[in-house]
T-cell receptor, first 113, second 116 residues
Framework: SQQGEEDPQALSIQEGENATMNCSYK?????LQWYRQNSGRGLVHLIL?????REKHSGRLRVTLDTSKKSSSLLITASRAADTASYFC?????????????FGTGTLLAVQP | DGGITQSPKYLFRKEGQNVTLSCEQN?????MYWYRQDPGQGLRLIYY???????QKGDIAEGYSVSREKKESFPLTVTSAQKNPTAFYLC???????????????FGAGSRLTVL
């Protein structure tokens, strides 16, 4: 399956702490993307990491990719209450695949003020 | 401003009725998608279209139909054959950047359908 599986399903932390979410997948990929969804809203693209990259940063976000383990992690540093949302990973298969992205069930992050 | 517009935001339907959800984008994106999300669950792909006048079934296409007559528009019809249509429906689009491209999705704000 092209679907990514996020872990943990839910995470509760205090404001200022770091939050780490993990994603595992099964097929070879061209890139892996992370999205965020606030309750009752659409998803918003956060960051993309290509298969030949190992780490990428964007503001308070840090993404790592280990293609040998078929896993990725998203780290949010110095979390804020506004980071409360669901986070989804979406692996994009390589080699002639279609455009479609398959999303998992996500990690629900709650940041307590 | 460029983006995706879904309408209506909330929709109520009686059992046995068909309903059409609208999705319009002005991003000049080639591909468009429909996902369904149930409470506490992830997104499941219903249909997607990579070019005008062509679309493909996703994982849960039964009871749904789509059309892609214009690049900007990808309406979804929830038919009476869909047994459990109450859900949050999300439309998305992306630029076709080749088979090795990024394929980053832009999502609409969603339409919540409730069957009474």
């Amino acid at each position: 399956s092209q679907q990514g599986e996020e872990d943990p399903q839910a995470l509760s932390i205090q404001e200022g702490e770091n939050a780490t979410m993990n994603c595992s997948y099964k097929t070879s990929i061209n890139n892996l993307q992370w999205y965020r969804q606030n309750s009752g809203r659409g998803l918003v693209h956060l960051i993309l990491i290509r298969s030949n990259e190992r780490e990428k940063h964007s503001g308070r976000l840090r993404v790592t990719l280990d293609t040998s383990k078929k896993s990725s992690s998203l780290l949010i540093t110095a979390s804020r209450a506004a980071d409360t949302a669901s986070y989804f990973c979406a692996p994009r298969r390589g080699g002639g695949a279609t455009n479609k992205l398959i999303f998992g069930t996500g990690t629900l992050l709650a940041v307590q003020p | 401003d460029g983006g995706i517009t879904q309408s209506p935001k909330y929709l109520f339907r009686k059992e046995g009725q068909n309903v059409t959800l609208s999705c319009e984008q002005n991003l000049n994106h080639d591909a468009m998608y429909w996902y369904r999300q149930d409470p506490g669950q992830g997104l499941r792909l219903i249909y997607y279209s990579q070019i005008v006048n062509d679309f493909q079934k996703g994982d849960i296409a039964e009871g749904y139909s789509v059309s892609r007559e214009k690049k900007e528009s990808f309406p979804l019809t929830v038919t009476s054959a869909q047994k459990n249509p109450t859900a949050f429906y999300l439309c998305a689009s992306s630029m076709w950047t080749g088979q090795s491209g990024a394929n980053v999705l832009t999502f609409g704000a969603g339409s919540r359908l409730t069957v009474l």
